[in-house]
């Protein structure tokens, strides 16, 4: 069974930066996704990662986040820079094959 755990959220101004984790257990080698949801909207895609480190961004967020997976701690990361207004939202890790979620960690952009 997939577990995927988040951490790292919090309070940033604009033009901050934070990175989240994604704690995962579980995983055969299934590829991760990071999504996010805002307020009153759908949640979205952001960013995923292959086993083997392909990587994909959605186009708000490409050129300022990246996502990595530390294997040897089987760690997902997601770095966020230049952070803006439009970021805040509830950031969820999600294993593909399995379609699990994890609970969410809160990301705020605000001055």
């Known amino acids: 069974q997939v577990q995927l755990v988040e951490s790292g959220g919090g309070l940033v101004p604009p033009g901050g930066s934070l990175r989240l984790s994604c704690a995962v257990s579980g995983n055969t080698g299934n590829a991760i996704s990071w999504y996010r949801q805002a307020p009153g909207n759908q949640r979205e895609y952001v960013a995923g990662i292959s086993t083997v480190g392909n990587t994909g961004y959605s186009r708000p967020v490409k050129g300022r986040f990246t996502i990595s997976w530390d294997n040897a701690s089987n760690m997902v990361y997601l770095e966020m820079n230049n952070l803006k207004l439009e970021d805040t939202a509830v950031y969820y890790c999600?294993?593909?094959?399995?379609?699990?979620w994890g609970q969410g960690t809160q990301v705020t952009v605000s001055s």
């Open positions: 999600h294993d593909i094959k399995s379609d699990s």
